[in-house]
Structures are given as C-alpha cells and as structure tokens.
C-alpha cells in the first residue's frame, strides 16, 4: 500500500530564514511525487513535481528513494510562502496526500 | 472553462437532508476525480471517473454517498440523508487523461450539515 507522511502539521519561520518541509514515501513500485499547495482562500494547486527537476518561486524538491524521501526546501522564506503544502504521490491515476503542512513567515 | 468550476461554494443544510454537488471539469479532460478536506483527516480520495465510467469508488464513506458523470463532462456527488460528519470541503479534480497528466482541482464545495 502508498502511504505518504508529513511529520510537521505547524512549521514557523522567519523571512529570509531557510525552510524545508519533511515528506516520507512507502511505495512498492516507482513513484511519482509531487507538492501541492493552498494559499488563503485559494484552490489547491501543483507547485512540483519530481520528474520536472525544475525550482517554482524558489523552492526545490529531491526525490530520495534510498530514504523515500522529497523534502521541499527554500533557502529564503518569504512571507508570502504563508501556505498550506501538501505531499502527494501518484499511484497510476490516484493521488494519495500526506497530512499536510501549514507554514507561516513571520517578519 | 478556464479552470475546474464547482458549485455550490458554500451549503449549509440540516442534518438529514440530501444534498448535491456539482462539478464542472476542465473542458476535454477526461479523468475527473472528488477529494473530501477536512480537519483532522486531510485529503481523502472519493471517487474517480474515466470518462462516464467510475472504475475507483473505493473512497466513498458509506452506501449515502454516491456520484454520477455525464457526457464525459459535469459530475454530481450526491449525499443522502446527511450526517454532521459529512461536513467538510469537497474538492473536484480533473486531467487530461489517468496518469502522467496534471491533476487539476477546483475551488471546493464547503458543506456543514447542522
């Protein structure tokens, strides 16, 4: 069975302090793993997904499979980076999220 | 549609009572799926659609829950007989095709049950 895991409920930082958001994978084939994310009163909406390699509004995601991991990270929290973040994996035509994560950038 | 449109945004109604939501998916796209958001549980999967065709129900709660498509299009979860626990956002998704294809989701249908 997938199973996806986000350790952090609350994660707190100041601006222009890093910060990087866990995820944990089990998935017996190869996944595909993805960020999502939800802003105030806003649709849920991709922000990465592994097999792009690509940096939106400055954050990065791995992917680990000697640690099933994909953390998220931005070296320079902004303020506006305030956000609910979801940790996905995809399965053939499901998605399956993890708890989620609620990041707030103090000034 | 420019994006995943789903009505009604908000619904209140009494403990009870039937209720439905609509989705109307990103035109063309064929996969169309529900979520269920609330606190405590996270993202739920629902249901997924191909088509017209509902292949995955595996996520619906109980025999009150049930979900239809037409004409490969618009989508209606259908709640009967609603439970305060049925409260919650429901949230549509759609994409072009089942895999490798961006998952697109909709602003969500708030329901509290009263």
């Known amino acids: 069975a997938q199973r996806v895991t986000q350790p952090e409920k609350l994660l707190s930082v100041f601006k222009g302090a890093p910060v990087e958001l866990k995820c944990n994978y089990s998935?017996?084939?190869?996944?595909?793993l993805f960020w999502y994310v939800q802003y105030s009163r806003q649709r849920l909406q991709l922000l990465l997904r592994?097999?792009s390699r690509e940096s939106i509004k400055g954050f990065t995601a791995d992917l680990n499979k000697g640690e099933t991991s994909f953390h998220l990270k931005k070296p320079f929290a902004q303020e506006e980076d305030s956000a609910m973040y979801y940790c996905?994996?995809?399965?053939?035509?499901?998605?399956?999220f993890g708890a989620g994560t609620t990041v707030t950038v103090r000034a | 549609g420019a994006g995943v449109s789903q009505s009604p945004s908000n619904k209140v109604t009494e403990k009870g009572k039937d209720v439905e939501l609509r989705c109307d998916p990103i035109?063309?796209?064929?996969?169309l799926y529900w979520y269920r958001q609330s606190l405590g549980q996270g993202l739920e999967f629902l249901i997924y659609?191909?088509?017209?065709?509902?292949?995955?129900k595996s996520g619906l709660p109980s025999d009150r829950f049930s979900a239809e498509r037409t004409g490969g299009s618009v989508s209606t979860l259908t709640i009967q007989r609603t439970q305060q626990e049925d409260s919650a956002v429901y949230l549509c998704?759609?994409?072009?095709?089942?895999?490798?294809?961006?998952?697109?989701f909709g602003e969500g249908s708030w329901l509290t049950v009263v």
């Open positions: 998704a759609s994409s072009l095709g089942p895999s490798r294809n961006t998952i697109y």
């Open positions: 998935y017996s084939g190869s996944p595909e």
């Open positions: 592994h097999i």
């Open positions: 996905a994996l995809r399965n053939d035509y499901k998605l399956s």
């Open positions: 035109s063309g796209h064929t996969a």
């Open positions: 659609f191909q088509g017209n065709s509902a292949p995955d």
